[in-house]
């Protein structure tokens, strides 16, 4: 197969991957809205077109695509027109130009029914307020999008429960929503819309209410949710920290406008212009950086089988006084010093007999911030380990310190 060959199905499997997409998306409140598209189209800032119009542009020529099984996060100040931007996506609000496609349809062309029933079906919505009915208990709100649609109450109610169970909420199925603390209520939010199991979830600054302890709880438990179900979810906050915490790739908007699309760690460090540079210049970057992006691979490696006489030649060599000890297939299994080596050749014994076992290992995807506390406290740098255990690299005191600067 040939290089463009290739490049062709590349093209076409990221394509496939986008769930949804906005093309050139505009929404404009106002009657004189050729004029104000002049004049945007111009390059006419959001105050001086209503000066000279009338016209709200909210949003104007949008454009991204949102992989499916992601995290994407729209972070902008007030006025930025972050929430009028996800209600287009499920067509509260109609663009007044422009094109949202959701797995290759444009959703601008579907009939009233056919529009319900998307709502119904493909995407659900978690607002600020939570929007749960208090005449109606826990398993009675979680349950309600299936009621609508019909579902026979036993299987729905089985389902709402599994969804209840999910969110931490076990046991308080039957309590009335009054009696629920701010937290609760979120994941009772939360519950009641994974229980339809749309495609993508759309979050409107659901945790901005909560106070700071709960709002990080609830992001963690966002997290822990959609790496077990894999649901796309386009999350809008104001908070840059959580945007970068949660999302893979974040969109900042200013004035109705995308400034810049990036995964977090890129936009740390390459900002599209002064605006997003100023606009981050505060974020935790422990809370940016990961594992990954400062572990470096260990100086010396030495094998079970390996003599004590070898691993003291290998750290001689390599000037460190000690080496992490692998299996035959790099899985990490302790950490032997100069002097444990010293003693085992003095005993007879092997490295496995010497070697330290109970040193803690961290995972690459895991935040620096979540660290912190092991680095302080480790005698020696990091194990960093896959899902099977074998050994991918360390993290030394130094470069986690290196990372805050």
Same mark, same amino acid.
């Given at each position: 197969?040939?290089? $463009?060959?290739?490049?062709?199905?590349?093209?076409?499997?990221? @394509?496939?991957?986008?769930?949804?997409?906005?093309?050139?998306?505009?929404?404009?409140?106002?009657?004189?809205?050729?004029?104000?598209?002049?004049?945007?189209?111009?390059?006419?800032? $959001?105050?001086?077109?209503?000066?000279?119009?009338?016209?709200?542009?909210?949003?104007?020529?949008?454009? /991204?695509?949102?992989?499916?099984?992601?995290?994407?996060?729209?972070?902008?100040?007030?006025?930025?027109?972050?929430?009028?931007?996800?209600?287009?996506?499920?067509?509260?609000?109609?663009?007044?130009?422009?094109?949202?496609? /959701?797995?290759?349809?444009?959703?601008?062309?579907?009939?009233?029914?056919?529009?319900?029933?998307?709502?119904?079906?493909?995407?659900?919505?978690?607002?600020?307020?939570?929007?749960?009915?208090?005449?109606?208990?826990?398993?009675? +709100?979680?349950?309600?999008?299936?009621?609508?649609? +019909?579902?026979?109450?036993?299987?729905?109610?089985?389902?709402?429960?599994?969804?209840?169970?999910?969110?931490?909420?076990?046991?308080?199925? +039957?309590?009335?929503?009054?009696?629920?603390?701010?937290?609760?209520?979120?994941?009772?939010?939360?519950?009641?819309?994974?229980?339809?199991?749309?495609?993508?979830?759309?979050?409107?600054?659901?945790?901005?209410?909560?106070?700071?302890?709960?709002?990080?709880?609830?992001?963690?438990?966002?997290?822990?949710?959609?790496?077990?179900?894999?649901?796309?979810?386009?999350?809008?906050?104001?908070?840059?920290?959580?945007?970068?915490?949660?999302?893979? =790739?974040?969109?900042?908007?200013?004035?109705?406008?995308?400034?810049?699309?990036?995964?977090?760690?890129?936009?740390?460090?390459?900002?599209?212009?002064?605006?997003?540079?100023?606009?981050?210049?505060?974020?935790?970057?422990?809370?940016?950086?990961?594992?990954?992006?400062?572990? #470096?691979?260990?100086?010396?490696?030495?094998? @079970?089988?390996?003599?004590?006489?070898?691993?003291?030649?290998?750290?001689?060599?390599?000037?460190?006084?000690?080496?992490?000890?692998?299996?035959?297939?790099?899985? /990490?299994?302790?950490?032997?010093?100069?002097?444990?080596?010293?003693?085992?050749? +003095?005993?007879?014994?092997?490295?496995?007999?010497?070697?330290?076992?109970?040193?803690?290992?961290?995972?690459?995807?895991?935040?620096?911030?979540?660290?912190?506390?092991?680095?302080?406290?480790?005698?020696?740098?990091?194990?960093?380990?896959?899902?099977?255990? =074998?050994?991918?690299?360390?993290?030394?005191?130094?470069? #986690?310190?290196?990372?805050?600067?």
């Amino acid at each position: 197969m040939s290089n $463009k060959e290739q490049e062709t199905q590349a093209r076409t499997r990221d @394509m496939d991957d986008i769930i949804i997409e906005a093309k050139n998306v505009s929404k404009l409140y106002g009657s004189s809205k050729t004029e104000a598209v002049k004049l945007l189209a111009a390059g006419a800032d $959001k105050d001086e077109v209503y000066k000279k119009t009338g016209v709200i542009p909210a949003l104007w020529d949008i454009n /991204f695509q949102v992989k499916r099984g992601e995290i994407f996060v729209i972070i902008g100040l007030s006025g930025s027109g972050k929430s009028t931007l996800i209600r287009c996506l499920n067509m509260l609000n109609r663009p007044t130009a422009g094109s949202i496609i /959701f797995d290759n349809k444009d959703l601008s062309k579907l009939s009233k029914k056919e529009l319900i029933e998307f709502r119904r079906t493909k995407v659900a919505m978690v607002f600020q307020s939570f929007g749960l009915m208090n005449h109606r208990d826990v398993i009675g +709100n979680v349950a309600f999008g299936l009621e609508v649609r +019909n579902v026979p109450r036993a299987e729905r109610e089985q389902k709402a429960m599994e969804m209840v169970e999910m969110v931490g909420l076990g046991g308080m199925e +039957n309590q009335q929503i009054s009696a629920l603390s701010g937290g609760m209520r979120q994941r009772v939010g939360i519950a009641r819309a994974l229980t339809s199991d749309p495609e993508v979830m759309l979050m409107d600054e659901p945790f901005s209410a909560l106070d700071p302890l709960v709002r990080s709880d609830m992001q963690f438990e966002l997290l822990s949710i959609q790496r077990k179900l894999g649901k796309t979810i386009i999350f809008i906050t104001h908070d840059i920290n959580e945007a970068f915490k949660l999302g893979d =790739r974040v969109a900042i908007m200013r004035d109705g406008k995308i400034i810049q699309v990036d995964v977090p760690e890129r936009m740390s460090t390459n900002p599209a212009d002064d605006y997003v540079k100023k606009f981050i210049e505060g974020v935790d970057k422990t809370k940016v950086f990961n594992v990954k992006h400062v572990m #470096v691979k260990p100086a010396c490696i030495v094998r @079970m089988k390996d003599s004590p006489d070898y691993a003291i030649n290998l750290m001689r060599r390599n000037e460190t006084s000690s080496a992490y000890v692998v299996d035959n297939t790099m899985g /990490f299994s302790g950490i032997v010093t100069i002097d444990a080596a010293l003693r085992a050749i +003095n005993s007879g014994e092997s490295i496995s007999h010497v070697m330290i076992t109970d040193t803690p290992t961290i995972a690459q995807d895991e935040f620096i911030s979540d660290i912190l506390p092991l680095a302080a406290e480790a005698r020696f740098p990091l194990a960093v380990v896959d899902e099977e255990n =074998r050994l991918k690299g360390i993290v030394s005191r130094a470069s #986690v310190l290196s990372s805050l600067i």
